[in-house]
């Protein structure tokens, strides 16, 4: 018989050891208003700490962290933690009135949850309005102790933020879009880590530089904090090597080229193996909308060599045009999983639930003696299955899905639109009324635990057709195919990646086009999707899962946080 004292000692050892291996990581965010120069202008903006773009937190997997956020602002704040699987911390996954109330000005909140079964780059950001425009910072999440990336180790790591920047208070922005039912103004100007760079007015010196030693290699963890700007981003004479998206490993992908979406990351190797000199380093926007103004701007930073002479000209990157959907395609579809890599998951084989989900712009009817400025004098809107997705006013959605409270939400969210039509064919959509309006209303689905949904997302032209980067809370999911025209099930199922697809938890809707996802619903709590446009999101473009608890204690949501936000 083993010694029972021998055995005490091993069981402590390993208790002790698995302790060990995770950290309590605790910060404190204080917001508030920031007055900063940019584009030879003073501009009063909402930030965290006093910097812009916000901190970089670090964790490995398998920690908690822990953030103290004081709202010192003026406006209504909840922060959410974008791409975090939030498993059975439902509660402070932080979309407002889905999962919480706001965190009033003057008041605070923690938030607490453990980061497991995920590493890579992904980023927080408010989720109350526009408020994200600059209240945001990246999210590193590193693996265990002991534990290696599956790639060889980087000289160092780079954390690249792309973001968007107006002359303006972006809540008013937001406000007078609203009210006037018309598009918001376009930004004036796109930044790489908060400064817009040199072929800006005033912004000579307002540049992010990277200073690069010859032959090393640089993890570039790129970020694409934008409101409604999609983006390109390309380094002169350099290529990149694409080992992760949103947290989830790649095969190694080479390009010239990244294409990155609001709300999605991109991780990717730099080696500086270019004659020793200056090399830009550039982001310039993608957009399909026809006739729709948006920001044609470029912002840059440089990467300088060590031993560069100080006079030398840097390279300039050659950028795609404006509408290149031929290269976003090619990056996006280009990109497969890291199969057996560390948190590789497998694709569900069999589905519970297919939905097909249109997903595009429309219209809402003007109010009674008010002139609104969207086309033909009505109000901009936008839709998933011609269901125009509202927020509850008076409790979160989780809250009243928790407690089984009536009369906030429905559960009839369709499977399916309402009228089957040549869903990308502009020249019949084009204003048909039979399209254009849909209601405004707060419909979810309801899903049992562990059950798999195969979802076909499909773009309209019924105003435009439009690359609509789609993100889900809660959860991961497979992109099984993505293409152009309508969805054709007897055609494009033969395109399925069943063995090795990427993993997301933002796609790019294709312009005029569609993409098939796979998940399953294994997280108990309420999960919103929702185009991360914020244009679009204000317009309507989401809906909300509810996934029941499963069987288990270790499968059922617990109770709320004492200190949860009244509303």
């Known amino acids: 018989m083993r010694n029972p004292v021998l055995l005490l000692v091993g069981v402590l050892t390993l208790v002790v050891a698995t302790t060990a291996s995770a950290a309590v990581v605790e910060h404190t965010f204080n917001v508030q208003n920031l007055t900063v120069t940019r584009l030879c202008n003073r501009q009063l903006i909402v930030a965290v ?54 965190i009033l000005p003057r008041n605070k909140y923690t ?54 920047w107006w002359n303006a208070n972006v809540m008013d922005v937001e406000d007078e879009a609203v009210t006037s039912g018309g598009l918001p103004n376009i930004s004036d100007a796109f930044t790489i880590n908060g400064w817009p760079g040199d072929l800006y007015p005033c912004s000579q010196n307002h540049m992010y530089k990277l200073k690069a030693e010859p032959g090393k290699t640089y993890l570039l963890r790129i970020v694409n904090t934008a409101l409604n700007g999609q983006l390109f981003y390309k380094i002169a004479n350099h290529n990149l090597t694409v080992v992760a998206v949103d947290a989830a490993y790649t095969k190694p992908y080479v390009t010239d080229i990244i294409m990155i979406a609001p709300g999605q990351t991109v991780d990717a190797l730099l080696v500086a193996d270019q004659d020793i000199g200056s090399y830009y380093m550039a982001a310039s926007p993608y957009s399909t909308s026809v006739g729709i103004p948006y920001d044609n701007t470029t912002t840059r930073g440089i990467v300088v060599y060590d031993g560069s002479p100080p006079i030398a000209k840097p390279l300039m990157p050659t950028l795609p045009a404006f509408n290149d959907t031929a290269t976003v395609y090619k990056f996006s579809s280009s990109l497969n999983g890291l199969k057996d890599g560390p948190h590789w998951a497998q694709v569900p084989k069999n589905v519970d639930y297919k939905m097909f989900v249109t997903v595009g712009l429309g219209f809402t009817p003007c109010e009674a003696n008010r002139t609104c400025l969207g086309p033909k ?82 773009n309209t032209a019924i105003i435009g057709v439009e690359n609509h980067p789609m993100h889900l ?47 399953t619903a294994d997280n108990p709590g309420v999960w919103i999707m929702h185009c991360h446009l914020d244009a679009h999101l204000t317009y309507g473009l989401g809906t909300a899962f509810m996934v029941e608890n499963g069987p288990t204690p270790e499968t059922t949501l617990p109770l709320p946080p004492v200190d949860l936000p009244n509303c």
């Open 377 to 458: 004098g009505t109000k901009l809107s936008a839709s998933m299955n011609n269901q125009s997705f509202v927020p509850p006013k008076r409790m979160p959605l989780l809250q009243a899905f928790y407690s089984n409270v009536d009369g906030i939400y429905t559960t009839d969210f369709p499977a399916k639109p309402p009228i089957e039509f040549d869903y990308t064919n502009a020249t019949i959509n084009n204003y048909n009324p039979a399209f254009l309006f849909a209601p405004k209303v707060t419909k979810v689905t309801k899903l049992k635990f562990n059950s798999t949904v195969e979802m076909v997302l499909q």
């Open 473 to 519: 809370h809660g959860s991961n999911f497979h992109v099984l195919a993505q293409g152009f025209g309508n969805y054709n099930p007897s055609k494009h199922r033969e395109m399925f990646n069943l063995v090795d697809p990427q993993i997301r938890n933002t796609i790019g809707v294709p312009a005029g086009g569609w993409a098939v996802i796979r998940f």
């Open 49 to 102: 700490n006093g910097s812009f773009p916000g901190p970089r937190i670090r964790v490995r997997e398998g920690d908690t962290l822990i953030v103290h956020v004081y709202n010192k602002s003026p406006y209504n704040l909840t922060v959410h933690w974008h791409g975090v699987f939030q498993k059975l911390s439902c509660w402070v996954d932080g979309p407002n009135m889905i999962t919480q109330c706001p």
């Open 111 to 164: 938030y607490k949850f453990k980061i497991s079964g995920q590493e890579g780059t992904l980023w927080w950001h408010a989720h109350v309005s526009w408020l994200r425009a600059t209240v945001h910072g990246a999210l590193i999440i590193r693996p265990k102790s002991g534990h290696n990336y599956p790639f060889p180790k980087p000289h160092r790591e780079v954390t690249i933020i792309l973001g968007e």
